[in-house]
């Protein structure tokens, strides 16, 4: 139970973090550290560090190269 919660939640965690992505102005894409105060808004307090590695999961560069 533990384990499928977990994946949820990671699951939930992304899409935030894709929508985040989504709806960021494009001339000016947010930092990760940026990402991460707008998931802990929602209710995902997650660190810049994971921020970054579930960005890199999900196949979006940095904010530079989304320019």
Known sequence: QAL???EVSTREIKNALQDIIDKEDKRHPLSDIRIAAELKK???PIARRTVAKYREQ???PIAVLRK
């Open 4 to 6: 499928l919660d977990e």
């Open 42 to 44: 929602k209710g995902y």
């Open 58 to 60: 999900l196949g979006i």
